[in-house]
């Protein structure tokens, strides 16, 4: 499955440093969604643009950064970050079809914060 | 804000039984989805169900939403050892209404099947 791509796969950074994610979708989608994903917690939905707009942001830390600068890509900009931070983070895409917006996941990139 | 529970949280089963996950929403839902993660993996879509007391089948899966639209769940018959994974379903407010689909996921069950 290469539908959503994202790189790096794994990342190791240290508090003060700053990294992106990157992630792109080659399914044709008009919308777009990061989530985070701890060993304990649900998926937790941090942003979604839709045609390019941030949309949603459900209470993220400012240390967190999304940038969509078209419909294919999508980035989280990290800076600053804590080691609860240490996750899988995950992005989606989907295409509303009526009633259906299934979503399309890339593999994730695993980070951890030290 | 919307809650969606699912139970249980873990499963073991000897292959060739039965596997059943349960989710609840605190708010109805417009529809709801479901996911399989393998070990490693990235979730995968499976499913999606949108009508009250809607029932789809995928081979060996059974799915149901519920009259309500408030509750779901997941039954897959003589379980294999390619089920091992973690199964989350995810609904969508009625209170949506937008151009995407903004999901509310559940824990997850993580289900092991022993050969």
């Known amino acids: 499955e290469t539908g959503v791509t994202q790189t790096p796969r794994h990342l190791v950074m240290g508090m003060t440093n700053k990294k992106s994610l990157k992630c792109e979708q080659h399914?044709?989608?008009?919308?777009m969604y990061w989530y985070k994903q701890s060993a304990k917690k649900p998926l937790e939905l941090m942003f979604v643009?839709?045609?390019?707009?941030?949309?949603e942001n459900n209470s993220v830390p400012s240390r967190f950064s999304p940038e969509c600068p078209n419909s294919s890509h999508l980035f989280l900009h990290l800076h600053t970050l804590q080691p609860e931070d240490s996750a899988l983070y995950l992005c989606?895409?989907?295409?509303?079809?009526?009633?259906?917006?299934?979503?399309?996941f890339g593999p994730g990139t695993r980070l951890t914060v030290t | 804000g919307q809650q969606v529970m699912q139970i249980p949280q873990y499963q073991h089963v000897q292959e060739g039984e039965d596997f059943t996950t349960y989710c609840n929403s605190s708010?109805?839902?417009?529809?709801i989805q479901w996911y399989k993660q393998r070990p490693g993996g990235h979730p995968v879509f499976l499913i999606q169900?949108?009508?009250?007391?809607e029932v789809k089948k995928q081979k060996r899966l059974t799915f149901q939403f519920g009259e309500a639209k408030k509750n779901s769940s997941l039954h897959i018959t003589a379980t294999q050892t390619t089920d091992v994974g973690t199964y989350f379903c995810?609904?969508?407010?009625?209170?949506?209404?937008?151009?995407?689909?903004?999901?509310?996921f559940g824990q997850g069950t993580i289900l092991t099947v022993h050969p």
């Open positions: 989606a895409s989907s295409q509303a079809r009526g009633t259906y917006y299934e979503q399309y």
């Open positions: 399914l044709g989608h008009n919308a």
């Open positions: 643009y839709s045609l390019e707009e941030r949309v």
């Open positions: 708010t109805t839902l417009s529809n």
């Open positions: 169900l949108v009508k009250s007391g």
């Open positions: 995810a609904g969508r407010s009625r209170a949506g209404g937008t151009s995407y689909g903004k999901l509310t």
